[in-house]
């Protein structure tokens, strides 16, 4: 079965009114390119029921005055069937009569707010999520009202309820948090260089001015995890597992682990030098995770590196 494919126009418009360094073009684009890549066809494939297997992105123009990024990304779906569903759900409604034709070319062309609509979610999502960890209180409830706004605006234009809407963005964005905001923070970077510029997208899609400033240029996410070696440490052993150096074991670190956690032993730690022994000294490392719903990182594990002699 063969695949087809469609085009959608979209634009970036930055309303700076000074030159825009190349650099940060280059940035934003690279970013745009894998939004679109590695996010939005499943997106689009949820909203609309189809299968769409790929995007690739063109860059047709720069224009000035206001710096304009205008793209042509194509669709590629699964078989023709697919891509017709896809029209049919761009044809409800206030959406009907958005096909026109490539100035050279046969293929039908959508420009739409529906396909602004996802991008702009995804982006606003990326901010979201890093200003929720990291901004203000005021930048908090500034960049959700902003992210409400979109949602809203996306849900309208796919005739879908707003709760359902964000339930797609979020889902296709889990896991990718990380990424999403750096590459949300390079699409904006062009309008940081200016204070009041902003970010266009289509219709009343906007990244207005606050919502820039509050999206640093550089991201960085507190860890989820991390480790911190102790030497010398008193492992108090509450739980034992003869069977097995993987699992069922439990300990606690007195002052520094109260709580009792998982026990594992590293590369070249035996049963034998923990066996019939409630406290050890060694060398460990503690493992620390952040945990659902929790701000601060938390001891989960504790592992053995190497056990030191007992004292006489």
């Known amino acids: 079965?063969?695949?087809?494919?469609?085009?959608?126009?979209?634009?970036?418009?930055?309303?700076?009114?000074?030159?825009?360094?190349?650099e940060d073009v280059l940035a934003s684009l690279e970013a745009m390119k894998r939004i679109s890549k590695k996010l939005l066809p499943s997106a689009l494939s949820k909203l609309t029921g189809s299968d769409i297997v790929g995007v690739d992105v063109f860059?047709?123009?720069?224009?000035?005055?206001?710096?304009?990024?205008?793209?042509?990304?194509?669709?590629?779906?699964?078989?023709?069937?697919?891509?017709?569903?896809?029209?049919?759900?761009?044809?409800?409604?206030?959406?009907?009569?958005?096909y026109k034709e490539l100035p050279l070319g046969d293929k039908p062309v959508v420009k739409t707010i529906v396909?602004?609509?996802?991008?702009?979610?995804?982006?606003?999502?990326?901010?979201?999520?890093?200003?929720?960890?990291?901004?203000?209180?005021?930048?908090?409830a500034l960049v959700e009202a902003n992210n409400n706004t979109v949602i809203m605006i996306g849900a309208e234009a796919y005739q879908a309820d707003p709760s359902a809407f964000q339930g797609v963005i979020e889902?296709?964005?889990?896991?990718?948090?990380?990424q999403l905001?750096?590459?949300?923070?390079?699409?904006?970077?062009?309008?940081?260089?200016e204070v009041g510029a902003?970010?266009?997208?289509?219709g009343d899609l906007e990244m207005p001015s606050a919502v820039v400033q509050a999206m640093p240029r550089d991201i960085e996410f507190q860890p989820h995890e991390t480790e911190q070696a102790f030497t010398n440490a008193r492992i108090d052993i509450r739980q034992t597992n003869r069977d097995s150096a993987l699992s069922g074991w439990r300990g606690r670190i007195t002052g520094t682990v109260d709580d009792?956690?998982?026990?594992?032993?590293?590369e070249g730690v035996e049963i034998s030098e923990l066996a019939g022994k409630l406290e050890i000294t060694a060398d460990v490392r503690v493992r620390y995770r952040k945990k659902d719903g929790e701000?601060?990182?938390?001891?989960?594990?504790?592992?053995?590196?190497?056990?030191?002699?007992a004292r006489n």
């Open 1 to 22: 079965m063969s695949k087809a494919t469609l085009f959608i126009e979209h634009s970036l418009v930055y309303t700076n009114k000074e030159p825009v360094p190349i």
């Open 59 to 98: 860059v047709d123009a720069f224009e000035y005055g206001s710096f304009k990024e205008s793209f042509w990304l194509q669709l590629v779906f699964s078989s023709e069937r697919s891509m017709k569903r896809f029209q049919k759900a761009f044809q409800k409604g206030d959406l009907a009569g958005m």
């Open 115 to 140: 396909i602004s609509s996802v991008i702009a979610a995804l982006i606003s999502y990326g901010v979201v999520k890093f200003v929720n960890q990291t901004g203000t209180a005021s930048e908090k």
């Open 171 to 178: 889902a296709v964005a889990a896991g990718k948090h990380k």
């Open 181 to 193: 905001a750096e590459d949300a923070a390079k699409v904006l970077a062009p309008a940081q260089n």
């Open 198 to 202: 902003k970010l266009e997208m289509g």
């Open 260 to 266: 009792k956690v998982k026990l594992t032993m590293g």
């Open 295 to 309: 701000s601060a990182l938390v001891p989960v594990e504790i592992i053995i590196d190497q056990v030191k002699p």
